[in-house]
């Protein structure tokens, strides 16, 4: 802490060292406060409370205009300080996250059975979250884009112990990397060139909360470092500054590759991965779940409708049945687009999906076929498919043709010539 008793000595004290905070006397021997402030002596990130006699509002308002985030009038209690330079860091804070904002928050999460092994894994992470209050241990989530990352990250600060606080999103893919550091850490100014004004960084605006890492892979090896330090420190330190900052920040990190392969390839530090894959959550594309893309539909149909005013819409059986068989490459937002647009274009409310092709009945599809399964590109071996078939239908009718064949809806003869060149088909049972 530093003291000056004049202006000359607050100008020297405020042209030599970055305060966070600084208390203001209006009334100074040698002039008025008001002049470091039209000066501009302290940094944009400082935090200014001015103080003043009774009487002196119009002075503080002034001070307030010219740039100061709270004020006191004398005499008052110690605490009322505390306060007010509480209350100065959080309307800072709340301004940097304003500059940041990026629109409205994803849809809530939905939770089906092809999930459930993940829920289970979100429970006990909540659990563990909610007994250590602070110092949380980071988050890793990865899967595919449109997987719901940025959702369940969101589910993550709501239901734990820092739902009340701020959550700061950042898509780190879309920071250029000259702007990245800054951005993240924030920068004092003069740090580089046209830094005109200092401003504090994303990390340090999410204090307190929560701050989700969409696309960490995209960070340069250099800020993967300086985030290390965040996780095992708490501590930043912005661009020209000369000490580093404590901050209490939960952090969820979200990578759409994974990140151990990059790890191998050396793309991304080796060091970070291991902090950050203490907890790990691995959300399954949307081809892998199965009957819940239809449920999923119907949750994300709600909203639609009562998004576009039109509680008629439902999706046909046909439509249930076309929507199970697209792969989805773009998943959850690919469905939730196809939804509004079929929701927007369809006169009548009932949404068979015809435009995507695929099943349109209930013979549209095999039944104990994965509708999401495609033939792959490279080939494969269709007499080695039947003959894996065939192996399998003996072995749960432990070796009995007839049985066999009723399974596969073949003959028994079709069996018995597919099993002919096959060692032991004699001792097969009829």
């Known amino acids: 802490m530093s003291e000056a008793a004049d202006l000359a000595q607050a100008r020297r004290l405020a042209r030599d060292i970055r305060f966070d905070f600084a208390v203001l006397d209006l009334h100074l021997p040698d002039g008025q406060g008001l002049e470091l402030l039209r000066e501009e002596v302290f940094s944009e990130t400082t935090c200014?409370?001015?103080?003043?006699?009774?009487?002196?509002?119009?002075?503080?308002?002034?001070?307030?205009?010219?740039?100061?985030?709270?004020?006191?009038?004398?005499?008052?209690?110690?605490?009322?300080?505390?306060?007010?330079?509480?209350?100065?860091?959080?309307?800072?804070?709340?301004?940097?996250?304003?500059?940041?904002?990026?629109?409205?928050?994803?849809?809530?999460?939905?939770?089906?059975e092809s999930l459930r092994g993940v829920q289970e894994q979100l429970d006990a992470i909540l659990g563990a979250m909610r007994r250590l209050q602070r110092a949380l241990p980071p988050i890793l989530i990865e899967g595919e884009t449109g997987t719901g990352k940025t959702a369940l990250a969101r589910w993550l600060h709501q239901n734990g112990p820092r739902g009340g606080k701020p959550f700061v999103s950042i898509n780190c893919a879309a920071l250029p990397d000259t702007l990245a550091e800054s951005e993240l850490?924030?920068?004092?100014?003069?740090?580089?060139?046209?830094?005109?004004?200092?401003?504090?960084?994303?990390?340090?605006?999410?204090?307190?909360?929560?701050?989700?890492?969409?696309?960490?892979a995209a960070l340069s090896p250099a800020i993967q470092a300086k985030l290390l330090t965040v996780v095992e420190d708490g501590r930043i330190r912005r661009l020209g500054a000369t000490k580093e900052i404590p901050i209490d920040v939960h952090l969820i990190a979200a990578s759409n590759r994974p990140l151990e392969d990059m790890v191998q390839d050396g793309s991304f530090r080796e060091d970070l991965f291991h902090?950050?894959?203490?907890?790990?959550?691995?959300?399954?594309?949307?081809?892998?779940?199965?009957?819940?893309?239809?449920?999923?539909?119907?949750?994300?149909?709600?909203?639609?409708?009562?998004?576009?005013?039109?509680?008629?819409?439902?999706?046909?059986?046909?439509?249930?049945?076309?929507?199970?068989?697209?792969?989805?490459?773009?998943?959850?937002?690919?469905?939730?687009?196809?939804?509004?647009?079929?929701?927007?274009?369809?006169?009548?409310?009932?949404?068979?999906?015809?435009?995507?092709?695929?099943?349109?009945?209930?013979?549209?599809?095999?039944?104990?076929?994965?509708?999401?399964?495609?033939?792959?590109?490279?080939?494969?071996?269709?007499?080695?498919?039947?003959?894996?078939?065939?192996?399998?239908?003996?072995?749960?009718?432990?070796?009995?043709?007839?049985?066999?064949?009723?399974?596969?809806?073949?003959?028994?003869?079709?069996?018995?010539?597919?099993l002919s060149p096959r060692r032991g088909a004699d001792t097969l049972s009829p």
Do not use: C
């Open 48 to 112: 200014v409370v001015v103080m003043t006699a009774f009487g002196g509002v119009q002075e503080a308002v002034q001070a307030m205009k010219l740039g100061a985030t709270d004020y006191l009038t004398k005499p008052f209690e110690p605490a009322e300080l505390v306060l007010a330079l509480q209350r100065s860091r959080t309307q800072r804070s709340a301004r940097r996250r304003e500059e940041h904002h990026a629109g409205p928050a994803p849809e809530g999460l939905f939770f089906g």
């Open 185 to 216: 850490f924030g920068h004092e100014r003069g740090a580089f060139t046209d830094a005109r004004l200092g401003r504090i960084g994303l990390l340090e605006a999410g204090d307190e909360g929560t701050v989700f890492l969409d696309e960490i």
């Open 275 to 418: 902090r950050l894959h203490l907890l790990h959550l691995n959300l399954p594309p949307l081809r892998e779940r199965g009957s819940d893309v239809v449920a999923l539909g119907r949750h994300l149909l709600a909203r639609i409708a009562q998004r576009h005013r039109r509680p008629e819409l439902s999706i046909t059986d046909a439509g249930a049945a076309r929507l199970q068989a697209q792969s989805w490459p773009g998943n959850i937002r690919e469905l939730a687009h196809e939804l509004e647009r079929a929701a927007i274009l369809s006169p009548n409310g009932r949404l068979d999906f015809a435009h995507l092709g695929g099943p349109a009945g209930d013979d549209a599809t095999i039944p104990w076929r994965n509708p999401a399964w495609r033939l792959p590109q490279e080939g494969f071996s269709l007499d080695d498919v039947v003959a894996a078939l065939i192996a399998e239908a003996l072995k749960e009718t432990n070796g009995n043709v007839s049985a066999a064949a009723r399974r596969l809806g073949v003959t028994r003869e079709f069996l018995r010539y597919r």
